[in-house]
């Protein structure tokens, strides 16, 4: 039943799937399913490891009984722009908020990044974050912060005065640059208790090899960003893409 709900028994098909190490794309096609429609399953209900069939199953039709209770009567969800699916792009930003929880962000935080990402604009201001996401204007500031000082947004005002906050092409510039230095931080961390511990000693051997591999790794990414920004943001009259938007001169 391409294109339907899946099954129970598909679920458990699913999780056999993963039990036995196969891929998405391998257990889609044994489904005869998309293979987006496997991964977004997975994503939003635990992962791969800890994926479980009948906790999938209830958690889906617990989502689909609050999106019924919910739905305002004889009103329909405001078209999609560029004739999208909006239950597709539903779904989608379900699944890319799990994957940022799953690599460490907090729901909240995560959400508004997706909901930024999603966007066309790659831009909104606080109260249109609200709006789309039903969440009170103090979450909203509170993510904002945080996403903030990680390097993954910035802010802007537009010709209103109005702040937006923006996800583009110089904040992942600099949130690979902020990686960069945050491991620059961790080995040099790592080089000082080599002369605490004794540099003889096997406690500090461990830590000059962690300095050792961060500071490898830290320059690799630095070094990556910058080819990165200079490959692929750069436009034909020579000007990088966002250079000279605000916060882009951060160093």
């Known amino acids: 039943m391409p294109g339907g ?15 036995d190490g196969l891929a998405y794309a391998e257990i889609a096609r044994r489904l005869e399913r998309p293979t987006s429609t496997v991964t977004r399953e997975v994503m939003r209900n635990g992962g791969p490891t800890a994926y479980r069939a009948d906790l999938a199953h ?16 004889g009103r329909q969800a405001p078209p999609q722009p560029h004739g999208r699916d909006a239950e597709a792009v539903r779904e989608y930003e379900e699944m890319f908020t799990t994957l940022l929880m799953q690599q460490g962000l907090p729901k909240m935080m995560s959400r508004v990044l997706t909901c930024l990402y999603t966007t066309d604009a790659g831009s909104c201001t606080a109260s249109e974050l609200a709006q789309r996401l ?6 909203i500031s509170k993510a904002i912060t945080f996403l903030e000082s990680q390097g ?34 961790l080995a040099e961390a790592a080089r000082q208790g080599v002369s605490v511990l004794g540099p003889d000693t096997p ?14 790794v830290g320059e690799s990414i630095a070094r990556a960003a910058e080819q990165a920004r200079e490959i692929l943001y750069t436009s034909p009259d020579g000007a990088t893409e966002g250079a000279d938007a605000p916060g882009s001169d951060r160093g």
């Open 5 to 19: 709900r899946l099954t129970q028994q598909e679920r458990q098909q699913i999780a056999l799937g993963l039990a």
């Open 58 to 73: 209830r958690a889906t039709e617990r989502r689909a009984h609050r999106r019924r209770q919910s739905a305002p009567r």
């Open 134 to 139: 039903q969440v009170s204007p103090a979450s």
């Open 152 to 185: 993954l947004i910035r802010r802007e005002r537009d010709d209103r005065r109005r702040e937006r906050y923006v996800v583009d092409n110089d904040v992942w510039y600099q949130g690979m640059i902020a990686a960069a230095r945050s491991n620059a931080q």
């Open 203 to 216: 406690a500090a051997a461990r830590l000059e090899n962690i300095a050792r591999f961060v500071d490898f």
